[in-house]
């Protein structure tokens, strides 16, 4: 099998022009959670010409695809990403992601059926709040995958995915309008209502445990300084260690939310913005075979750190990996002390150091699906000796 992984490595320059290509082409034109539809295009366009069959909008959604190649027992799928941040772009590096995924897949491609591989690339949209891959997950997109994998940029590598379980929620307040000054006692003030709901989170927070988080954005506050707000929104992130705990955490903020509407009449709604994503269950074989592959290339992991807290942040891939083996390792761009969701990020995300991530990724992770393919112990584990569909 060294020699399948050798002759991975050797076509790795090759492709090095189309997968820097992309990367910086996807960083210069960021696109939101479900609007990736240049990004999902070129990604597939890209596997396209590496001899993958690509089919666009899979499980009705616009901006995924499926990308195979191969047709051996053992189906291992390759996650990208390419959503960008309102407001901030490429400043959590999908575009990376994507570039490394488009790479790992097309160094086995030509290699699959030897290696007893099918090689499966998932566009995976909406990863920054939307839960792209878990529409996937329940549509069936993992149902024949036996394993499944992702690197992620960050500050440093870091091979262990630990994210928080999070709950994304829309919340609006309805209020009654009116002149502030000269009809005040008319209005209902749904601003307020926020300020009493993040006042009681504030207070909350003393009691809550050290593993949680709760934060968010107003995005409407009203429309007029002299007009009582008679609608307010916001968006509102609550973590916990698991989706048991996020349940939990989630019914007493809610109340928050609550003690708003009620102290000052207005009506409340809360609108999840997609299913809760959940933690993550790493997979320890494969994750050991991905740190020998990194290892070899060059990438240090360096004890944790403030500056490797990257792999605390929340996923999608958590609940894909609650059903299928799977990693979500983290490559270092050497951003410091520019981090993750930052604009200074985002400008490290077209870089050398990121262009060494997208090289290295797709390597590490094509070596990865190698390895895997070699141990009949690993590959009988995961396929219980069945076929790939």
């Given at each position: 099998m060294s020699t399948l992984k050798d002759r991975a490595a050797a076509r790795l320059p090759g492709l090095s022009p189309l997968l820097l290509g992309l990367s910086h082409k996807l960083h210069a034109h960021p696109e939101v959670a479900w609007e990736e539809h240049r990004a999902a295009r070129w990604t597939g366009e890209a596997l396209d010409g590496l001899g993958f069959t690509v089919e666009p909008g899979f499980c009705e959604l616009p901006t995924a695809f499926r990308a195979r190649a191969g047709s051996g027992p053992l189906n291992v799928a390759i996650c990208a990403e390419y959503d960008a941040l309102p407001g901030l772009g490429h400043a959590c590096g999908h575009n990376i992601i994507a570039a490394a995924a488009v790479g790992a897949a097309g160094l086995l491609a030509p290699l699959a059926d030897e290696a007893g591989l099918t090689?499966?690339?998932?566009?995976?949209?909406?990863?920054?709040?939307?839960?792209?891959?878990?529409?996937?997950?329940?549509?069936?997109?993992?149902?024949?995958?036996?394993?499944?994998?992702?690197?992620?940029?960050?500050?440093?590598?870091?091979?262990?995915?630990?994210?928080?379980?999070?709950?994304?929620?829309?919340?609006?307040?309805?209020?009654?309008?009116?002149?502030?000054?000269?009809?005040p006692e008319r209005g209902r003030n749904a601003a307020d209502a926020f300020t009493v709901a993040q006042t009681a989170i504030g207070l909350l927070r003393q009691h809550l445990d050290a593993g949680?988080?709760?934060?968010?954005?107003?995005?409407?506050?009203?429309?007029?300084?002299?007009?009582?707000p008679e609608l307010t929104e916001g968006r509102?992130?609550?973590?916990?260690?698991?989706?048991?705990?996020?349940t939990e955490l989630e019914t007493r903020v809610n109340r928050c939310f609550e003690a708003g509407a009620l102290a000052t009449g207005?009506?409340?709604?809360?609108?999840?913005?997609?299913?809760?994503?959940?933690?993550?269950?790493?997979?320890?074989?494969?994750?050991?075979?991905?740190?020998?592959?990194?290892?070899?290339?060059?990438?240090?992991?360096?004890?944790?750190?403030e500056a490797s807290r990257m792999n605390r942040a929340s996923t999608d891939m958590g609940n894909v990996s609650h059903r299928v083996p799977a990693i979500h390792p983290y490559l270092g761009i050497d951003s410091l002390p520019a981090v993750n969701h930052q604009k200074e990020f985002a400008a490290h995300c077209a870089g050398p150091a990121a262009d060494r991530a997208v090289l290295d990724g797709a390597l590490a992770m094509a070596w990865t699906c190698l390895d895997l393919a070699a141990r009949d112990d690993l590959r009988t584990r995961l396929t219980g000796g069945g076929e790939a569909a």
């Open positions: 090689v499966t690339v998932l566009g995976t949209p909406a990863e920054e709040g939307g839960g792209g891959k878990i529409l996937l997950l329940d549509r069936g997109a993992f149902d024949d995958v036996h394993a499944a994998m992702m690197i992620h940029p960050g500050p440093l590598d870091v091979a262990r995915a630990e994210p928080f379980a999070v709950a994304h929620n829309k919340i609006r307040y309805h209020g009654r309008a009116t002149h502030a000054a000269a009809y949680t988080r709760v934060h968010g954005i107003v995005t409407r506050g009203g429309e007029a300084p002299n007009a009582v509102w992130y609550v973590r916990a260690g698991n989706l048991d705990e996020l207005c009506r409340l709604e809360i609108e999840p913005e997609s299913p809760p994503y959940a933690d993550f269950v790493t997979d320890e074989d494969l994750l050991a075979l991905y740190l020998g592959n990194a290892t070899a290339l060059g990438r240090e992991f360096p004890e944790p750190s």
